[in-house]
């Protein structure tokens, strides 16, 4: 069972736009940034966005992100099949004192 | 290149030990945090551990607590995690990971190819 919780699965068409929710708790999101990875098959994972809405050098704009309260959100739009992966939120556990993340969501661009 | 690159999984046996290694290259390792992350297969993504840049601070999830310990040698640019005490739910790809800067702890952005641990009789 995940600290963080997300929706196993989404999907859209190619060309849509799909979000990915991220929900939390006070000790979580409510008070620390939250990251989003992208994970494709076989590989490590990326990192796409950080500090709640910040892309790494190399992000394309269709990725975005954004945090309210206790809850995190992953936004793709122009969806293109080369976007299938797992895509998992994380953050840091200020009563845990550790990382926490999210179970996982599999986009699939239909 | 930046670049990180884990050594050190293998087979080993339920109660065992194993040290598994991240070798740092194309950046300066002692301005970072460093962390390491696991996936058991088929399974997401599971925090296992922190060091701080100047390895002053460690953290630890719940699931290795006294049997993983996190280190790291900013003159050779490695970090190391010493697995003990080994069961078969610690099977999984261990990653290591950059964290942004010397004070993020939850936003990593270069990330090892990876280090098979697997943990049977």
Not at chain 1, 5 to 16: N, R
Not at chain 2, 55 to 83: C, E, H, P
């Amino acid at each position: 069972q995940s600290v963080l919780t997300q929706p196993p699965s989404v999907s859209a068409a190619p060309g849509q736009k799909v979000t990915i929710s991220c929900s939390g708790s006070s000790s979580n999101i409510g008070s620390n940034s939250v990251s989003w990875y992208q994970q494709l098959p076989g590989t490590a994972p990326k990192l796409l966005i950080y500090e709640n809405n910040k892309r790494p050098s190399g992000i394309p704009d269709r990725f975005s992100g954004s945090k309210s309260g206790t809850s995190a959100t992953l936004g793709i739009t122009g969806l293109q099949t080369g976007d299938e992966a797992d895509y998992y939120c994380g953050t840091w556990d200020s009563s845990l004192s550790a990382g926490v993340f999210g179970g996982g969501t599999k986009l699939t661009v239909l | 290149e930046v670049q990180l690159v884990e050594s050190g999984g293998g087979l080993v046996q339920p109660g065992g030990s194993l040290r598994l290694s991240c070798a740092a290259s194309g950046f300066t390792f002692s301005s970072y945090t460093m962390h390491w992350v696991r996936q058991a297969p088929g399974k997401g993504l599971e925090y296992v551990s922190a060091i701080s840049s100047d390895g002053g601070s460690t953290y630890y999830a719940n699931s290795v607590k006294g049997r993983f310990t996190i280190s790291r040698d900013n003159s050779k640019n490695t970090l190391y995690l010493q697995m003990g005490s080994l069961r078969a739910e610690d099977m999984a790809v261990y990653y290591c990971a950059r964290g942004r800067s010397s004070s993020s702890w939850s936003a990593f952005d270069i990330w090892g190819q990876g280090t098979m641990v697997t943990v049977s009789s």
